[in-house]
């Protein structure tokens, strides 16, 4: 079973950047999709990114264009870089597997918060 350690979160201005890392174990990591989550009070989690194994990339409509996910095999880990933050985005930020069952997981890691002031 997967285990999963975020880090990088942390307080931005409107506007401002952070780079998410996810370290992955217990899992073949290169032959697995990734994914990044995130959970803001008060809301269920939502998916925010995912990177295949292969290397392709899928986005939410609301961070197209600001945030890019990216992977290290070699690391076992995966990045979020998030960009031209807003508001919004303020969440508990996630990592874990991603497969069309994600919503059913059990398993989640203590995630990385972070917050964006106006």
């Known amino acids: 079973q997967v285990q999963v350690v975020e880090s990088g979160g942390g307080l931005v201005q409107n506007g401002g950047s952070l780079r998410l890392s996810c370290a992955a174990s217990?899992?073949?990591?290169?032959?697995?999709?990734m994914g990044w989550y995130r959970q803001a009070p008060g809301k269920q989690r939502e998916l925010v990114s995912t990177?295949?194994?292969?290397?392709?990339?899928n986005y939410a409509d609301s961070v197209k264009g600001r945030f890019t996910i990216s992977r290290d095999n070699a690391k076992n880990t995966v990045y979020l870089q998030m960009n031209s933050l807003k508001p919004e985005d303020t969440a508990v930020y996630y990592c874990?597997?991603?497969?069309?069952?994600?919503?059913?997981?059990?398993?989640w890691g203590q995630g990385t918060q972070v917050t964006v002031s106006s």
């Open positions: 874990n597997t991603a497969t069309s069952n994600w919503i059913n997981y059990d398993y």
């Open positions: 217990g899992i073949i990591f290169k032959l697995n999709d």
């Open positions: 990177i295949t194994s292969s290397g392709r990339t």
